[in-house]
């Protein structure tokens, strides 16, 4: 219909401008009326999301044209992907292009055909990218005329891009076109911004027949985004993936989880069943971004409590932790039942005793609670927790089991109150209370009394008991349960697995249990780690994978390359991304993968890789779980060997000792905390001497050498570090003394 130069304006200001004219020989009654409709419903419109128009007239010739804002930009699909932006920030354009079209349905405007090509993004004030929508070629009035020239649609031809075009658009018969045919139109450029696909393939639209394209957009369902994302080849997901800045996995999980519920709603056939207005989604965007319940999520209790929970994250963090584990609760108070009948019967009272538990849960947390402070939030908990515990004795006081597995709920969810201050000691009550129970109904030869004595323990701190006695408690369980050795070492991998003794569950395993691998599997089909079965499954199958390859010496090179790439597959397709999801960014879970990748980086080699992931698993256990926790020793272990290992590797003299120095530090600060709490220094000592030969300790008593330990780093090397090395070591002018 027209043609567009860019021009420049000199009056009243300087300044490039779009020139729009009518096409030579297109100067019909019809076009020249359409045109007009267009400059009126730019000239009605006033916002920052639209482009201006300035002026209008004729040519020479006597062809209308108008003069419009320049808009130097690219469309929003590709400006997305040229400036590679992030799931959030598209978001936040998309809002923008919302608020944008709810200003012309202010205004009476219906702009008819919504597609990328149509919204312009340029770079504005201080770089942020802004959308313009333009060209209202099409554009149509709700209220007053927007000409007094007659036009007429012309039968049989679409009005607007069919791909991006609403059921009742493509009815060719339709009269009665309202507002919402451009929410639906948001919805496909939604669809295609997030995903970079849209929801018909325009392939399929361009070579079917008028009444084949108005049947598909009228009548099939569009596939879900994350579907969609699932039906594309190799080379279309690298592409993808490069311009979302993440794997094709990763962001289908997000859509996934409750994102594409919002092109979805704008893209329902009926329009009373979409948005009623760009207002109203851009208000569902802006929700999402807020971690808000979403218009169009279901109507549910449990997805109403998520969303409170998510936006109000550091005063729910441990209740997140108590609601799915009271769900965990009904596997382990069923866990030594024999009888299927029993099972059955005993799983559905605990059922219906677990969920009046998480609903009464609910109902006493309020966004209120907590206060602002981190000393109101451990105060609000502590008071929390005991309320619970009257809940819990309440509901529970006729299933011992029961009510004891919810006391170690309580005790798990104290993860949470334990990284906002709280002292271990007041957990390893609740593990206390629980081993109490049982103790008192079922008698001390019982294998969960023993398990939650064990949890009690070690969360208390007393690190000696972890590494002296956790053997003999292991031996007892299976005493107790000569039937089922295999329930039992799944039952004490799986307590070892949740405190963080993950060392320690690799060194027993590394003194060979018959039925180990067994007990992972089973371990792994019990789903009690983390808030995923799915997620716990793949967890044990990477960490079977490491295990094999450390403890089974038939194996052959070739075997041990193909076990790794196995687990390190799992660990990078599977696990981090769900990781992410579960975590709703990257938290425990995640950070727990990067540990194991930087576990198979080591392993294939890549020490200077394995140091990098480990140093950032590292500061992230340092500020959740502060340098006491078992679970960082194991990191700050692992990432001595690591620095150890590469020192002997490389030929610089400098980079050398820098490598070795930053590996001893590491261990010594193990061994400090682990001396402090009464544990095994031996056993770091012969890991020590074994990865750092020229810094083995001299012979001295650990009695002595527990209350040495509590000097600094530097202190500690001068007093007990070969005198030799040391005096190197200040030398030195790569490394500084602390």
């Not at 139109?185 to 084949?212: H, I």
């Not at 906002?420 to 629980?434: K, N, V």
Request: aromatic fraction near 8%; include cysteine.
């Amino acid at each position: 219909m027209g043609i567009v130069y860019l021009a420049e304006q000199s009056k009243p200001v300087k300044r490039r401008v779009a020139l729009k004219v009518i096409k030579a020989g297109m100067d019909t009654k019809q076009v020249i009326a359409r045109f007009e409709a267009e400059r009126q419903a730019l000239a009605r419109m006033n916002h920052a999301g639209i482009a201006q128009v300035y002026e209008a007239g004729a040519t020479e010739q006597g062809r209308p044209y108008f003069v419009l804002e320049f808009v130097k930009g690219m469309p929003i699909t590709e400006a997305c992907d040229e400036h590679k932006l992030d799931t959030t920030q598209r978001l936040e354009l998309l809002a923008k292009v919302c608020d944008a079209v709810q200003h012309a349905h202010t205004k009476g405007i219906i702009h008819r055909d919504l597609k990328p090509s149509n919204i312009l993004v340029s770079i504005g004030e201080d770089d942020v990218l802004e959308p313009k929508i333009i060209d209202f070629g099409v554009a149509k009035a709700t209220t007053q005329q927007l000409t007094d020239k007659t036009f007429v649609t012309q039968v049989g031809r679409f009005i607007g891009t069919p791909a991006y075009m609403s059921p009742e658009q493509a009815d060719l018969k339709a009269t009665d076109i309202d507002t919402r045919t451009d929410v639906y139109a948001l919805g496909v450029v939604t669809y295609e911004v997030l995903t970079g696909l849209l929801p018909f393939d325009p392939q399929t639209l361009r070579e079917a027949g008028l009444e084949k394209t108005r049947e598909i957009i009228s009548t099939q369902p569009p596939p879900k985004p994350s579907t969609r994302l699932s039906m594309i080849d190799d080379d279309e997901a690298t592409k993808i993936a490069g311009s979302h800045q993440v794997q094709i996995a990763t962001l289908a999980g997000i859509l996934r989880k409750e994102l594409e519920w919002i092109p979805l709603k704008a893209l329902r056939k009926r329009r009373n069943e979409r948005y009623d207005s760009p207002k109203s989604m851009s208000n569902d965007i802006r929700r999402y971004l807020n971690n808000e319940a979403l218009e169009a999520g279901p109507e549910t209790l449990v997805y109403k409590a998520k969303k409170l929970m998510q936006k109000h994250m550091q005063l729910v963090a441990g209740f997140l932790v108590i609601f799915f584990v009271f769900t965990v609760g009904i596997i382990v108070s069923t866990y030594f039942v024999s009888q299927a009948q029993q099972q059955a019967e005993i799983a559905e009272a605990a059922r219906t005793r677990t969920s009046a538990m998480a609903e009464y849960s609910f109902k006493t947390l309020s966004p209120s609670m907590g206060g602002t402070t981190m000393q109101q939030n451990r105060t609000f908990w502590k008071g929390h927790i005991r309320v619970l515990q009257n809940k819990i004795d309440e509901l529970f006081s006729n299933d011992p089991r029961q009510q004891a597995s919810m006391y170690v709920a309580l005790g798990r969810s104290g993860i949470a109150v334990n990284a906002m201050g709280s002292g271990g000691s007041e957990r390893a009550d609740l593990f206390q209370r629980a081993a109490d129970i049982l103790r008192t109904n079922y008698g001390y030869n019982d294998a969960q009394v023993l398990l939650y004595d064990l949890y009690a323990k070690v969360v208390e701190g007393d690190s000696n008991f972890e590494n002296v006695q956790i053997k003999l408690i292991f031996d007892r369980i299976i005493e107790l349960q000569p039937d089922n050795i295999i329930k039992a070492e799944a039952l004490m991998i799986f307590a070892k697995h949740e405190l963080g003794l993950n060392h320690v569950s690799y060194r027993e395993l590394q003194q060979g249990h018959a039925h180990s691998e067994q007990a992972i599997r089973l371990f792994a089909s019990s789903g009690q780690l983390y808030d995923s079965k799915q997620l716990s499954t793949m967890s044990v199958q990477i960490w079977s994978c490491i295990y094999r390859v450390t403890t089974n010496e038939k194996l052959t090179e070739q075997q041990k390359i193909s076990q790794l790439e196995k687990g390190k597959n799992i660990l990078l397709k599977q696990y981090l991304p769900l990781a992410e999801i579960i975590d709703g960014g990257r938290g425990n879970n995640y950070y727990h993968g990067l540990a194991y990748l930087a576990s198979f980086l080591g392993y294939e080699g890549n020490l200077r890789e394995s140091i990098d992931v480990g140093e950032e698993v590292l500061k992230y256990k340092l500020e959740i779980l502060g340098d006491g926790h078992n679970s960082t020793w194991q990191t700050m272990n692992n990432l001595a060997i690591s620095c150890s290992s590469l020192s002997t590797q490389t030929d610089s003299e400098s980079e050398k000792l820098r490598l070795k120095k930053k590996a001893l530090e590491l261990m010594l600060s193990v061994i400090a905390q682990s001396a402090q709490r009464g544990g095994d220094v031996g056993w770091y000592k012969r890991v020590m001497d074994g990865y750092l030969p020229d810094y083995a300790l001299d012979e001295v008593d650990y009695n002595e050498w527990r209350e040495a330990i509590k000097l600094s780093p530097s202190e500690f090397i001068s007093k007990y570090v070969k005198k030799e090395d040391s005096e190197n070591n200040s030398s030195s002018e790569d490394v500084k003394p602390d």
